[in-house]
């Protein structure tokens, strides 16, 4: 039997035109639209996933952490985070102390963290799991840590400095699996998020 849990990682205020984004859209037209847009929405939850799984528990993503709030942790050259985005995160929100509520011992009791893709909201607590198998996407991997990644939102600078994930080829990953499909706190997702966590996560059970 597989049991998914969403957990709440404290909260992000963004723009509606990075909600609604337009079919088709380059990422550069896109960050234009949500610099241009002036609403913003009600606060959303940072989600992370458990997946407690017959091969283990498996986390998907880590959610964000509450040094977004220290003055000069997010950069300030960038305008996505001065103008685009706002996240709330109390030290009791983050994924560490979450999962201790669960009586989960991170250190022993999670096989592997995946991470979807590593911006600040989905790999911002891995602070939490210095001693845990992670995995992700090479490719995105790879973005993250470049210039253009840092334009496009990434925090390289902020990830820990032992890490060294596990990387898997998404474009070489063909297999697909409806493990989840049928559960529906994943109804709401996009389907290239959806996707990159099926072949993510059948790889990380393959071993």
């Not at 049991?3 to 990075?18: F, H, L």
């Not at 234009?32 to 528990?57: A, C, Q």
């Not at 992670?134 to 902020?158: C, D, H, M, T, W």
Request: glycine fraction near 8%; charged fraction near 25%.
């Amino acid at each position: 039997m597989i049991k998914i849990t969403a957990i709440e990682t404290g909260k992000v205020i963004v723009k509606s035109a990075q909600v609604t984004g337009k079919t088709g859209q380059s990422p550069i037209g896109r960050k234009i639209d949500i610099f241009k847009d002036d609403h913003f929405v009600e606060p959303l939850p940072i989600l992370t996933f458990l997946i407690e799984h017959p091969e283990g528990n498996f986390l998907v993503d880590t959610g964000d952490n509450a040094r977004n709030s220290v003055p000069g942790y997010l950069p300030t050259w960038n305008p996505f985070f001065t103008k685009m985005v706002s996240v709330r995160v109390a030290p009791t929100e983050e994924i560490g102390y979450k999962l201790q509520l669960l009586d989960i011992n991170i250190a022993t009791d999670i096989e592997a963290v995946i991470i979807t893709h590593f911006h600040h909201d989905h790999a911002g607590g891995l602070d939490h799991f210095p001693h845990t198998r992670i995995i992700g996407s090479r490719e995105n991997y790879k973005e993250a840590r470049s210039f253009k990644g840092k334009v496009a939102g990434y925090l390289p600078q902020r990830m820990p400095i032992w890490l060294k994930p596990e990387l898997i080829d998404q474009k070489s990953c063909r297999r697909f699996s409806g493990i989840l499909s049928s559960n529906k706190r994943w109804k709401h997702f996009s389907g290239s998020y959806t996707r990159t966590l099926y072949r993510t996560f059948i790889r990380c059970c393959q071993g």
